[in-house]
């Protein structure tokens, strides 16, 4: 694997970590259907920013570079979901089939790894700067939750 590849991989893993509950969040109870709607999401965004706040006790300076990564994230997240309105029925036509289209398959792969590679370097820019902003202690706060709780957003 080439080492930008690498370095993308692990940005978004380390990025997704951090605001994990940024596109699954708030599927409590019910577990909604489909995509969630834009209000949805900046009602979402609004709150992850606020607990990552108060938990790191950010500064003004760092709540917006917060931001900028949390846009970072939801602009990737629609990118990568593109313009299928029904992203299941497209795995779902995979297999559909006597046998699995691997053609479709590997189409579907490319246009996704296109996907990533076109917006990963500013999803990484967003993440190291928002890191990067932070002061030894809060990077070490960070660096706990993420070894103690599997993520910033486990339970308890």
Known sequence: MKPWIKKTLIGFAGATILLGGLSACGHRGGH???PMS???VVEMRGKVIERVSDKLELNEAQKLKLGVLADEMIAQRKALRGDSAAPRAEMKALVAG???DRARAQTLLT???EVVQAGGPKVIA???DF????NPAQQAQVRERMDKRGGWWGRG
């Open 111 to 113: 246009q996704k790894t």
């Open 38 to 40: 834009e209000e949805r």
């Open 32 to 34: 909604e259907r489909g």
């Open 126 to 128: 967003a993440m190291a």
């Open 131 to 134: 890191f990067d902003s932070l």
């Open 98 to 100: 006597e046998k699995f």
